[in-house]
């Protein structure tokens, strides 16, 4: 049964930063893409970051040079580093097998003073 399971979130001061992690399991951790996607107060889900199988990654233009993902294949977690925050950044933050469904429950980011 594949599981993902995002963790690191919570309250931070604009410029602040935080780590998420996303717990996987269930699946061959190194032979998928995987994303980060986010969804804020009243708006829809918006894609972040991916690492790609071959470890190439990519950004959403409002995150790039803020955001980093990367991977520990040997503990099958992902994670986003997240750096200068910004309030627009408030959002449920979801880790997700890319190109499927699978999509982890989430966990809170606030941006706030």
């Known amino acids: 049964e594949v599981q993902l399971v995002e963790s690191g979130g919570g309250l931070v001061q604009p410029g602040g930063s935080l780590r998420l992690s996303c717990a996987a399991s269930?699946?061959?951790?190194?032979?998928?893409?995987l994303s980060w996607v986010r969804q804020g107060p009243g708006k829809g889900l918006e894609w972040v970051s991916t690492?790609?199988?071959?470890?190439?990654?990519s950004y959403a233009d409002s995150v790039k040079g803020r955001f980093t993902i990367s991977r520990d294949i040997a503990e099958n977690t992902l994670y986003l580093q997240m750096n200068s925050l910004k309030p627009e950044d408030t959002a449920v933050y979801y880790c997700?097998?890319?190109?499927?469904?699978?999509r982890g429950p989430g966990t809170q980011v606030t941006v706030s003073s």
């Open positions: 690492i790609g199988d071959d470890v190439m990654t």
């Open positions: 269930g699946f061959v951790f190194d032979r998928y893409g």
């Open positions: 997700a097998i890319t190109g499927t469904s699978y």
